[in-house]
């Protein structure tokens, strides 16, 4: 029963990664005007976001403009797009705000927990964190591409996850990626990251099959130690060295 006890008050306390999700979604409120006034493009995408919650369906020709109207469309953000504008019909600016924060808070959770899981290095982990988000803190608008910031953090994860040999079904992958597409643009990165991933992996394998570890060969490394052991002791540097040692 204290054993029990004792892992439940572990289980409350908070984790580092948990006060780091706080502090970031603290910190990303404080700066909310930041968010919304740094890009032009939020209002155009709360009116697509607002048209398809009124309308009920994707548009395809352009409405929103004057020299373009009626030119073929294609909102290929237009899940980020419903977001927000669900965000602001709850909560306003502030729901569209909070959203952020709470999508980029969890993205660099991400980052720090993959990072100690990886490392086993907390503090370190810690700072190699905030200096990704001290270099992505330029993009911190409210944006489909935040999306992007979460979602290329959560496929990375699993792909390092299937390359451990994890028992990690594809359907994972796929999903991720069907959500991603329409969220942003940019989900054509998860492809490039699979593509190096996947070249890395095969390169490392040609290496292994044409340069095997020592080892693997017994006779050889048995040969060259039986060399080494035999070679009498040279003059010069090395020999040198031994001498005075």
């Known amino acids: 029963m204290k054993r029990a006890g004792v892992s439940w008050i572990n289980y409350l306390l908070p984790r580092l990664s948990d006060a780091l999700f706080v502090a970031l979604l603290a910190g990303l409120m404080t700066i909310a005007p930041r968010l919304l006034n740094q890009d032009g493009d939020t209002g155009r995408h709360l009116a697509v976001g607002r048209t398809i919650l009124a309308s009920g369906q994707i548009p395809r020709a352009d409405i929103f403009s004057h020299t373009m109207s009626g030119q073929p469309l294609a909102p290929h953000e237009w899940l980020a797009q419903v977001l927000f504008a669900l965000a602001n019909q709850v909560l306003g600016l502030s729901g569209v705000t909070l959203l952020t924060a709470l999508v980029l808070a969890a993205a660099f959770r991400l980052v720090y927990a993959e990072a100690r899981r990886r490392s086993g290095l907390p503090l370190l982990s810690l700072l190699i964190t905030l200096l990704g988000l001290a ?50 643009g940019a989900f054509i990165a998860g492809f490039c990251d699979l593509g190096c991933l996947s070249g890395g992996n095969f390169m490392g394998r040609c290496q292994r099959q044409t340069f095997p570890p020592l080892t693997a060969q017994p006779h050889l490394a048995h040969r060259r130690r039986s060399s080494a052991g035999r070679l009498p002791a040279q003059p010069g540097w090395n020999g040198g060295l031994e001498n005075r040692i």
């Open 135 to 184: 270099a992505a803190s330029i993009h911190f608008l409210a944006r489909p591409h935040i999306f992007t910031i979460l979602f290329v953090t959560l496929w990375l994860t699993l792909l390092e996850r299937m390359r451990e040999g994890r028992p990690l079904s594809p359907f994972w992958l796929g999903l991720v990626m069907l959500v991603w597409a329409n969220l942003h």
